[in-house]
């Protein structure tokens, strides 16, 4: 019997795989790809007869502080290359209302001039709630009406061409820093002290971020995130992790009396009897195979990721930026000139767009005109060159009507099986370090294994 199985060899079905072989277990790891990582993978590139090895997007690792699991996913004795580890926090930028701040990703409220005042008076009258029904009244709770209507519709409108009305709250949370630019230091100073609003206003300056509370992020010395993603993947199967590419569930089979998953037939006609499943893809994907109706169904966009070679350096010292504008060509960049991940005189900068079926001709071409707009870049900056891939069906929308039929299938059928359980985006966990602990939780929930120290 294989005591866990898991469903899908991303990068939260590799880091599960990773703690489960570290406690001793037997595992499986279905993928319908050919490859593991999903998008946490680095593609060769050539520019000018150069080849670079540039990241799908912003993937960025993050230690867990635990050590036994770092070791296990980080850490593991026959890596053979070396980590670069951030000094404090990474710097992060963002673009509000066609403004850039090369200091902070937050949203840049100042740019509402006198009306930042009002804003903030609603700040400070509203109680923020967690339980909110939608994107629109989680986000009139946390950040009140004028935000809601202007700068926070703008950039969920941006990401997902839907209202926040239509929207549940994780469209909000998840994408949008929680804290707001509301001045320069001196006013941020005493707003901070402001226990009306607390939790919501950020830091005005890089350097006055407290770098003792920086989680550690760190990445590989070179050859971009596919060194390590291969590297786990590799030490895994050396391990005895069983990896099946090119193949996905078909069937899954329960226990009549107990509910435990006891069977699940592949697409190849395989059948595994697990002790433990966790699933990386979404409830409704297992749902049906279960042969349960999953209700609604996600409705997704399309990422493409666009490379452009440029003929001059960015003119700030920010790696990323998140694009909170309405119509953005892009949604966040990387700024390959201030990370050291590719040669001085190679100027280059990776756009993430989320796109529907109909792209505009030339993305990397209109997203640097927004950031020579913004000023991030020069305006006599040129393409040079660019690349570009698309990956289909990535980002699902999170609609209210989806969330309330997920929550409704978890209450009513996989809630109940005591051997399942889901990790990631699957479970409503779309960052590295809150993967890496749902991770841990699952496995001692699904085989009993041990805590981790």
């Known amino acids: 019997m294989t005591e866990l199985v898991v469903i899908g060899a991303g990068v939260a079905g590799l880091v599960c795989a990773a703690l489960a072989r570290a406690q001793g277990a037997s595992v499986t790891v279905i993928e319908a790809g050919p490859t593991a990582g999903g998008l946490w993978k680095s593609t060769a590139v050539e520019f000018g007869g150069r080849s670079h090895k540039l990241d799908a997007g912003l993937r960025l690792p993050v230690l867990s502080g635990t050590k036994s699991i770092d070791d296990a996913i980080f850490h593991r004795p026959d890596f053979k290359f070396s980590w670069v580890y951030y000094d404090g926090w990474p710097r992060e930028s963002a673009i509000t209302a066609d403004s850039f701040n090369s200091e902070s990703s937050c949203l840049d409220t100042t740019v509402l001039g006198t009306r930042l005042n009002v804003a903030l008076d609603e700040m400070r009258a509203t109680r923020p709630v967690e339980n909110a029904d939608n994107a629109e009244d989680y986000s009139l709770n946390w950040f009140g009406p004028t935000l809601t209507n202007g700068l926070v519709r703008d950039a969920v409108l941006g ?237 699902p929308v999170p609609t209210v009507d989806y969330g309330k039929a997920t929550a409704q299938l978890k209450r009513d059928t996989l809630e109940l099986i005591p051997n399942l359980r889901f990790v990631g985006r699957s479970a409503g966990t779309p960052f590295l370090d809150g993967i890496i602990q749902e991770a841990a939780l699952a496995i001692k929930t699904t085989i009993g294994a041990e805590d981790y120290a």
């Open 159 to 395: 990401l997902f061409e839907t209202e926040l009305p239509e929207l549940a709250p994780n469209a909000v949370k998840w994408f949008l820093p929680r804290r707001m630019i509301a001045g320069d230091h001196q006013a941020t100073s005493i707003l901070l002290n402001d226990e009306a609003l607390a939790g919501r206003i950020a830091h005005a300056r890089y350097s006055d971020l407290p770098k003792n509370s920086a989680r550690q992020f760190l990445r590989p010395q070179g050859g971009g995130i596919s060194t390590w993603i291969n590297a786990l993947q590799q030490s895994l199967a050396a391990d005895g992790v069983t990896f099946l590419f090119n193949d996905a569930v078909q069937e899954i089979h329960r226990a009549p009396v107990t509910q435990r998953l006891e069977r699940i037939v592949l697409r190849s006609g395989e059948v595994i009897r697990p002790a433990g499943v966790i699933s990386t893809i979404a409830p409704a994907l297992v749902a049906r195979a279960m042969g349960v109706s999953p209700g609604t169904m996600p409705r997704f966009r399309h990422l493409q990721i666009s490379h452009a070679l440029v003929d001059r350096p960015v003119s700030h010292q920010a790696e990323y930026a998140l694009n909170f504008n309405r119509h953005p060509a892009f949604f966040r960049a990387i700024f390959h000139d201030n990370i050291g991940d590719v040669a001085a005189d190679s100027h280059i900068i990776t756009f993430e767009h989320l796109v529907d079926e109909l792209l505009p001709a030339d993305l990397a071409g209109a997203a640097l005109d927004e950031c020579k707009r913004c000023g991030i870049i020069d305006a006599r900056a040129t393409v040079l060159g660019s690349h570009s891939d698309l990956y289909r069906n990535i980002i």
